[in-house]
Structure formats: structure tokens, C-alpha cells
């Protein structure tokens, strides 16, 4: 970060968004299901097949993840979809990725 630049500080309800947000992020299953509907809108049934995990375990996730605005969820028939709605998240992920490869 440039020391130029002055960041205002956070208040306490936005410190305890961002630290809910980051809390969210902190569970390797939800980056999995991240990583399995980053590019397109998937079906629960998928997204199970994409993780290796059980359908009750990654229903749970979705409903955390769509619930704080991470995903979203669109039905259609007896299917339904989710997809990525916060595209900073994935950008977030890469950001942290690259420092990691360094």
C-alpha cells in the first residue's frame, strides 16, 4: 500500500461485516463450492459432484453463502442454480492466491 494514501477507519459494524465476510471465506469447503460455480451457474447435484462432498453438507454451505450475498440462487423447475453474485470475492481469492505463490 502507497503511504500516500490515507484509508479511513471502519466503524464497528463494518469491522464486523468485513470480519464476517472473511470468516465466510475461512472454511475450504465454500472455496471449493466457489471455485465450482465461479464461471457458470450450477445445480446443488454439481456442485456435490464438483466438491466430492455430501449434498447435505453443501446445501448447508450454499445456504450460508447465498444468505450473506456471496451467491445467488435462481430457480428453474425442480432445479436450482446457483451462481456468483459478489465477483470481488473471486478476485479477492486471486489476490490472495498470487501473494501466496510468491
Same mark, same amino acid.
Given at each position: 500500500?502507497?503511504?500516500?494514501?490515507?484509508?479511513? $477507519?471502519?466503524?464497528?459494524?463494518? $469491522?464486523?461485516h468485513?470480519?464476517?465476510?472473511?470468516?465466510?471465506?475461512?472454511?475450504?469447503?465454500? $472455496?471449493? *463450492?466457489?471455485?465450482?460455480?465461479?464461471?457458470?451457474?450450477?445445480?446443488?447435484?454439481? *456442485?456435490?459432484?464438483?466438491t466430492?462432498?455430501?449434498?447435505?453438507?453443501?446445501?448447508?454451505?450454499?445456504?450460508?453463502?447465498?444468505?450473506?450475498? *456471496? $451467491?445467488?440462487?435462481?430457480?428453474?423447475?425442480?432445479?436450482?442454480?446457483?451462481?456468483?453474485?459478489?465477483?470481488?470475492?473471486?478476485?479477492?481469492?486471486?489476490?490472495?492466491?498470487?501473494?501466496?505463490?510468491?
Open positions: 500500500m502507497s503511504k500516500n494514501v490515507s484509508t479511513p $477507519l471502519l466503524s464497528e459494524d463494518e $469491522l464486523g468485513l470480519a464476517g465476510r472473511f470468516k465466510l471465506l475461512g472454511e475450504p469447503m465454500r $472455496l471449493r *463450492i466457489l471455485q465450482a460455480v465461479c464461471h457458470e451457474p450450477r445445480t446443488v447435484s454439481q *456442485i456435490v459432484a464438483a466430492g462432498s455430501t449434498q447435505a453438507n453443501v446445501s448447508k454451505h450454499l445456504a450460508l453463502m447465498a444468505a450473506s450475498g *456471496i $451467491l445467488t440462487r435462481d430457480k428453474e423447475g425442480q432445479c436450482v442454480y446457483y451462481g456468483m453474485k459478489d465477483k470481488l470475492v473471486m478476485k479477492l481469492c486471486e489476490l490472495v492466491r498470487a501473494q501466496l505463490a510468491d
